[in-house]
Each structure stands twice: as structure tokens, then as C-alpha cells.
């Protein structure tokens, strides 16, 4: 008999891999942080005892969700400003806000009021993008979860940086402090097209190629943005893109609500990945992905939420849900998502375009132990024909009773591990106050 930290007994298990794979009364073998075993329960009882061993008769255990788009810290303007399209949303709201308010001491207490509701939510890790990502990452570093933090780069001015060499070095800086931790990684995230110029898109080019890391960044999130690339450079943003070389299987294209057959032709040929974010796209009138489509063609589909100022929160199970349901009506087609395909895309599908699909995204050994347990024994989860489906289409975040990440329990029975949810409101409260006193 082998001693192990931990054994998990379930009634069902997703895996994500194999594909559309439901495991019943199997347990799950964690050590040091990793998956060494997925057993049917008998035979771990015969191989196997453990320090900590838990048993659940009603819930399914499945990997972590992934928040592939999102603005931890923007939570703190959660309602600031709402049912309005997104520039005048951006232009006469947000980006005023922000040049008044954003600063190491925001972004920490926007990015813990985040981090909490993901962690209570299912997320196991998130793709950020936000000014003071070294702020952000002091959270993730204290709660235990898993980010990969955005190096911003943005032509104007901001409270993090003055310049683009200032948003290049100080992202440079961020990478190398955390370039060795084990639950934090990096990618520079360019703001969009139309606020990052060519010149220092190339530079951004060049840099990850050197470091090795992803580019993040918004694209064809609305008509305008087509418009004002068309009057500004002569083409859409995603050709002038393609011709700076950054069209690679380094790039995250967040949105892409606006795509002709040949530019999604032009994604699945370079090995784009696509960071759906249905729920912000409907808010904002943004526009449909065609998720049908770009899966049609190859290509790797994520979802966000984006940031909780324009969806106004930050779960997952709802943008999976509205994935699948979506999809089926821009295509007219209603196997155009199936469930598993949906969840695919919040797990094993985010974790590829992060480049840690060989650590999360799938219950499969050798990987970390993130995952969470989802209580699928109530009223609203009965009968429960389709497991999986019945993740996707009946299951709410306040289902999750307990979530893990590299095997460390940050949830346990809807309570939080890691982190103060009593100072964690009073703060946000406190900035609440000063917000709405002092208007923009």
C-alpha cells in the first residue's frame, strides 16, 4: 500500500480527455500536487491510503475552469457603468474612471474581490489583463490559484506606464520575477488595434518570440473597430495584423465577433486561439462570434468573461452555457456545440492556448491536481440522465463545494481556504464609497 496526500472518491469523474468521457464511483489519486492515479474506487482502496481522503456520494469532479479573458481588478467598477455600447462605455466611463482611481492599491483589492468569486466559481486559473499586474500577482501568489498575468502595452498614458518603452520594461520586469513560479506565467498584452501601433506591435513581436510567451489582445470586438481600420490604414485590423507577422499559435484573439470567411480561414492556417466572451459581446451589442464556424475550421476556441464591468460577473459555468447555447442560434444549427464541446473550451481548450495543457485542462495523470467538485444532487440537477450535460445547461457556480489547485484545497463546502471574504468586501466597499462620492 502506497501512502498518498490525498484521494478524492466521487460518483462521477470528467476527465475532459478522453473526449465526452463520464467515469462513475472512480477516485482520483493526488501527490505533491499531482494526479498519479484515476482508478475505479475498489482498486484504490486496494493500492492506496492517503493523509486526507474525501468522499462524494452526489457530486461530479472535473478539472478547473479557465478564465481565458478577463480584468481581474475591474471588479471594483462592477455597475459603474451599464447598457451602454462600448465606446461611449470605454471613452466617457471606464477609461475616466480609471485615470482617476488605478493604482498598485486598486488593482489589489479589485484583483482579491476576483480572485474570490472565481475561486468560489469553479475558476482554477485565470488570463488577465490589467494595469499592475505585479499587484495581481501578489493575490494570486497569497490565494493559491493559477494566472497568467497580461504584460500591458497601450499607446497613452496610464498610471502604470507613461510611454511604450516605460509598459515594456515594466512587463519585462514582471516577467522576470515570476518567470520560476509555479502557478504564474506571462504574456504580453497588447490593448487592441486600434490603440497599439504598428511599431510597437513589432517590437511586442519580437519580445515574445525572445521570451517565449503568448500575445493577448482584444480584436474585431465591434463594427466600429472595422470602420476606423479601414479609414485609418486601408484594411480590416486582422489583415494589418497578418502582414506584422503577429497571426501565430502565439496569439490569443479575444472576441472576434467580426470575421469573414477569410479571415477565420487566415486563424485556423496560423493557429490562432479565439477567447469567446459571449455574455460582455451580448452586453456591449458587440457582436457574434461564429463559433461554429471557427470550430468547423480547426480553429482552438476559449471562453472569458471578461472583465466584471461590462459582463457584471465572473462565471464561468453561465458563459458556458451561453457558449453552447449561443452558438446553436448564430448557426442556426442545434448540434452546433454539443455540452462537452462547450466544456472543452472553458478547460483542455484554455489551457492549450496558455501553453499548459501538459500541466491543467484535463483529469489525466501527470498533470496538477486542479480541479473542483460540483454538487449534483439537488433539486435542479435531478434527474440526471447526461452528466455532462447537465453540467452545461443545469448547473449554476453555487454549485461548487470545493475546489483545489496543485492538489491545495482553496474551497472547502463553499467556504474559502486562502482568503478573508469579510475584508475583502469592506475593502471593496471602502473603494465603492470613494468612487461613487468622487465621480470621474
Request: with cysteine; proline share 4%.
Amino acid at each position: 500500500m502506497k501512502t498518498v496526500d490525498l484521494i478524492i472518491h466521487a460518483r462521477w469523474l470528467v476527465p475532459i480527455c478522453p473526449q465526452n468521457t463520464v467515469f462513475e464511483h472512480y477516485s482520483l489519486v493526488v501527490h505533491q500536487g499531482q494526479i498519479i492515479a484515476l482508478l475505479p474506487q475498489a482498486e484504490v482502496a486496494q493500492q492506496y491510503t492517503a493523509t486526507t481522503e474525501h468522499r462524494y456520494e452526489q457530486h461530479c469532479i472535473l478539472p478547473g475552469l479557465i478564465n481565458n479573458h478577463t480584468h481581474a481588478a475591474m471588479s471594483l467598477l462592477r455597475g459603474l457603468a451599464d447598457d451602454l455600447p462600448l465606446m461611449t462605455w470605454l471613452n466617457d466611463h471606464i477609461w475616466p474612471a480609471e485615470a482617476k482611481w488605478v493604482s498598485d492599491s486598486f488593482v489589489e483589492a479589485g484583483s482579491e474581490l476576483a480572485i474570490a468569486e472565481m475561486i468560489r466559481g469553479g475558476t482554477t486559473c485565470f488570463n488577465d489583463m490589467y494595469f499592475f499586474p505585479d499587484a495581481t500577482a501578489r493575490v494570486v501568489d497569497q490565494s493559491g490559484i493559477r494566472a497568467n498575468l497580461g504584460m500591458v502595452v497601450i499607446d497613452f498614458p496610464s498610471a502604470w506606464a507613461t510611454n511604450t518603452e516605460e509598459y515594456l520594461h515594466k512587463g519585462q520586469q514582471v516577467h522576470d520575477h515570476y518567470r520560476h513560479h509555479a502557478r504564474i506565467t506571462t504574456a504580453y498584452a497588447p490593448h487592441a488595434p486600434y490603440t497599439v501601433s504598428d511599431s510597437t506591435l513589432e517590437a511586442i513581436i519580437m519580445n515574445a518570440e525572445e521570451m517565449d510567451v503568448a500575445i493577448h489582445m482584444h480584436i474585431h470586438e465591434t463594427a466600429g473597430e472595422i470602420t476606423q481600420s479601414l479609414e485609418q490604414y486601408g484594411m480590416r485590423p486582422l489583415e494589418r495584423l497578418k502582414n506584422l507577422g503577429l497571426l501565430s499559435p502565439r496569439l490569443t484573439a479575444v472576441h472576434m465577433t467580426q470575421l469573414t470567411d477569410q479571415e477565420i480561414a487566415w486563424c485556423a492556417d496560423a493557429g490562432v486561439h479565439i477567447a469567446h466572451c459571449p455574455e460582455s459581446n451580448l452586453k456591449l451589442a458587440s457582436g457574434f462570434a461564429p463559433v461554429s464556424a471557427l470550430n468547423k475550421r480547426g480553429v482552438n476556441v476559449t471562453i472569458g468573461t471578461d472583465g466584471a464591468a461590462s459582463n457584471n460577473d465572473l462565471d464561468m459555468f453561465a458563459e458556458v452555457k451561453q457558449t453552447a447555447l449561443l452558438a446553436k442560434a448564430v448557426a442556426q444549427d442545434a448540434s452546433a456545440i454539443p455540452a462537452h464541446s462547450a466544456l472543452e473550451m472553458a478547460t483542455l481548450n484554455a489551457a492549450k492556448s496558455l501553453g499548459l495543457d501538459d500541466k491543467i485542462g484535463s483529469l489525466e495523470v501527470g498533470k496538477m491536481a486542479d480541479m473542483i467538485a460540483v454538487d449534483l444532487g439537488g433539486i435542479e440537477t435531478q434527474p440526471c440522465y447526461d452528466t455532462i450535460s447537465q453540467l452545461v445547461y443545469s448547473t449554476g457556480r453555487d454549485k461548487v463545494s470545493d475546489v483545489w489547485v496543485a492538489g491545495k484545497q482553496l474551497l472547502r463546502d463553499r467556504q474559502l481556504t486562502t482568503m478573508n471574504p469579510t475584508r475583502i468586501m469592506e475593502t471593496a466597499q471602502q473603494w465603492a464609497d470613494k468612487i461613487r462620492q468622487t465621480p470621474p
